[in-house]
């Protein structure tokens, strides 16, 4: 049974990938989780059964975090159902791939909306509502260190999130709020691999000096140690989860 901690997590864009495992490791450490999600009701409901199923507490809750109104629903909900909210784990993402050249102002303002806004609209309502001694994370990219090409509106956007975290956990001084990143190398998720041949995903694994893929699990575990008590001395910085790469 899950020794449950009293305090509740926010995840945003919960209901696959590396959200469902920063969820599922977050309400193994005792956390009641908010699954967000944007459209995939069924997995975020899967998600939340499996949580509960070994001893812990989740709820879901759709919202667009580019819409700052859906935002503010979110926490609202969560502060009704569990009396106030500890963790904000901004991970909700887009990534749309081209040559900033040949780039569409779709894939920019879709980007821009989700990424950048998305986690303006989060992190302006868990600075004001977020309970003393609360914990923020927002994940990033290591591609901000690689540059890869296509990847230029996309990192542009990570680039930003990573000076709103510093800039943040300066403002939340007196409060004992901490404000970090988790940038990610590859990962092995499903909207990594798909599309990828075998050849282009070995070659991409062998870039870093441990030769393999991230798993979701060590992005969440990263996540953990930051909103953990063994993080609490870390703030405004940006962890890069690469395994070498940069």
Do not use: C
């Amino acid at each position: 049974m899950t020794q449950q901690t009293g305090k509740v997590a926010i995840v945003t864009g919960a209901s696959r990938g590396i959200g469902a495992a920063i969820a599922q490791r977050l309400a193994s450490d005792g956390f009641t989780v908010v699954i967000n999600y944007s459209s995939d009701a069924a997995s975020a409901e899967k998600l939340a059964r499996q949580i509960e199923g070994a001893g812990g507490r989740a709820i879901i809750h759709k919202a667009d975090v580019s819409d700052a109104a859906a935002v503010r629903g979110m926490f609202d909900a969560a502060e009704t159902a569990f009396g106030g909210v500890d963790v904000l784990v901004n991970n909700a993402g887009i990534m749309m791939l081209s040559r900033i050249g040949d780039a569409d102002d779709v894939h920019f303002d879709r980007q821009i909306g989700v990424n950048l806004k998305g986690t303006f609209n989060t992190l302006r309502e868990a600075a004001k509502r977020l309970r003393d001694g609360g914990r923020i994370v927002n994940l990033s990219t290591s591609v901000v260190g690689t540059k890869f090409e296509t990847y230029g509106i996309y990192a542009a956007t990570k680039a930003a999130v990573e000076m709103l975290t510093s800039i943040l956990s300066k403002e939340m001084r007196g409060r004992g709020i901490t404000v970090n990143a988790v940038a990610p190398g590859p990962t092995a998720t499903d909207l990594f691999l798909n599309g990828k041949s075998p050849e282009l995903v070995e070659r991409i694994a062998k870039m870093n000096p441990m030769e393999r893929l991230g798993t979701p699990e060590e992005i969440a575990a990263a996540v953990a140690f930051l909103v953990g008590q063994d993080g609490a001395w870390i703030n405004g910085q940006t962890l890069r989860a690469n395994g070498g790469m940069v």
